[in-house]
């Protein structure tokens, strides 16, 4: 939960505005593992909400697509969202609203933009080497044997001897 108090943007005229501070430690929203949320939101009282805006920073622990070793990528969320009032429908664009106490939890939207900027192949490095296809080693960590010696599947080999002179 990432839970702010508008109560009392709630009440204000249009175009108050307040600006509120995020800085937490890891959490997990559903299937998403943040290692911290950082950054500064305003919010302004405008006609028919309150309007979020403002960058946060954080850090998503995913597997690198290469190799599948767990990385820390860093993302950058730019929200700009009005959040509705108490009572106003929750909809596709507007999935947050004050609840009846004050509160806002901005989840829906920091797990929506979160995937929206999340790269879709991952990598832990730009020259990540990958794991071997045959034996599944993490070459960054050192090639495997595989390269050295080519094997040969011996009923292959049976054919070969098969073969006349010039197809070998
Ligand atoms: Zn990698
Ligand atoms: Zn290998």
């Not at 006609?47 to 998503?60: F, R, S, V, Y």
């Not at 993490?138 to 010696?149: D, H, Y």
């Not at 011996?154 to 054919?159: D, F, G, I, T, Y």
């Amino acid at each position: 939960m990432i839970k702010v108090d508008l109560s009392t943007l709630v009440h204000a005229r249009p175009g108050e505005r307040e600006v509120v501070v995020i800085d937490l430690d890891e959490f997990s929203l559903d299937d998403l593992e943040f290692k911290f949320l950082k950054g500064e939101l305003s919010f302004t009282r405008v006609a028919d909400g309150i309007l979020a805006e403002g960058a946060l920073h954080t850090a998503i622990r995913v597997k690198c697509t290469r190799c599948l070793t767990p990385v820390d990528q860093p993302v950058t969320l730019k929200l700009e969202d009005i959040i509705n009032f108490p009572g106003a429908d929750r909809t596709p664009e507007r999935p947050v609203r004050v609840t009846g106490d004050g509160w806002a939890d901005l989840s829906p939207l920091i797990r929506e933009y979160a995937w929206v900027n999340l790269p879709v192949s991952p990598i832990c490095s730009p020259d990540c080497k990958g794991i071997c296809p045959r034996c599944g080693k993490n070459i960054n960590l050192g090639e495997c044997t595989c390269s050295e010696e080519e094997e040969i599947d011996p009923r292959w080999e049976a054919l070969r001897e098969l073969l006349p002179e010039e197809e070998q």
